[in-house]
């Protein structure tokens, strides 16, 4: 997209001509865009996942949080000239923020220990938080993660014939059976809060050492608190390595202790997350927003992640 398009959207900000539009090298749900004017550096996000309302409660939840007293920053939703957060666009909603400052945390011991540590004092601050004020409720089944795939025998069958049948696609077709009814039990038993459901490396700024920021609350929404640490580890680990598992947890135990029942389920917790992964990858294939091959990568590394033990 030129420059100049770029421009239109952010018009209803009042920004003035942008000197510099860039894309940031992640990201595969929205678009999104760095935009410079007379020096500030700010982040438009166009959203294909959620609708105006949804959007709108997620910044809700934004500005709870920007009134905690939290170590770090969230984004703050800057208000269009008409006072709206959320603007309607022809490519969809938008929405603009200044940019944080900060760079994504490595993989290495010192950066899951901040990564960690980041997620427990967010928790532990949205665990405070009025369930009313939860964008989405998660406590869902599968067939309820996208709305392009209510039926997941379908979907077995649609991934046994476009890739091939294999180990992942009959464990696909198993575990989809009876995780809903393991994880249905947890939820009967464990606590509930509203979560950030979208946590690790990639949706964290560290600067010197220190958190700065964190990202990306488009899927926060009430569930289990362990499923925040469940998501977590699967996408900030290597396959949930030891040493970056412990690593982790070690910075995520200063603000939060979890009950020994909430470490029974994370094994539990981890299969489903990775199911609903490649479920909502799925969904978007059937809209045309995603690859088979991108629904493939995600079955390959759901599998991986569920046999790997906790």
Sequence with gaps: MAASDVSDLVRPWNLGTPTEVTRPDRGTNNLVWLVQVAGDTFVLRVHRNAGLEQIALEHVLLAE??????????????????????????????????????????????????????????????????????????????????????????????LDRELSSSAETTWFERQVRDIDARVREWRTKLPTQVIHCDFGPSNLLVENGTVTGVLDFELAGLDLRAFDLAAALGQSTDELATEQVEAFRAGYDRFITLSAAEGAALPDLVAQRALGSVIWRAGRWRQGLSTVAEVADRLTSAYRLAHCGL
């Design 65 to 158: 949080l920007g009134r905690r007293e939290l170590s770090f920053a969230v984004p703050a939703p800057i208000p269009a000239h008409d006072g709206r957060t959320v603007v309607p666009t022809n490519l969809g909603p938008a929405s603009l923020y200044r940019r944080l400052p900060g760079d994504h945390p490595p993989r290495d011991t010192a950066g899951l220990m901040l990564t960690g540590q980041a997620l427990g004092e967010l928790d532990a601050a949205l665990a405070d938080v009025d369930a009313e004020l939860a964008p989405i409720d998660w406590r869902r089944a599968l067939n309820a993660i996208h709305p392009a795939v209510p039926d997941l025998d379908e979907l077995a069958a649609d």
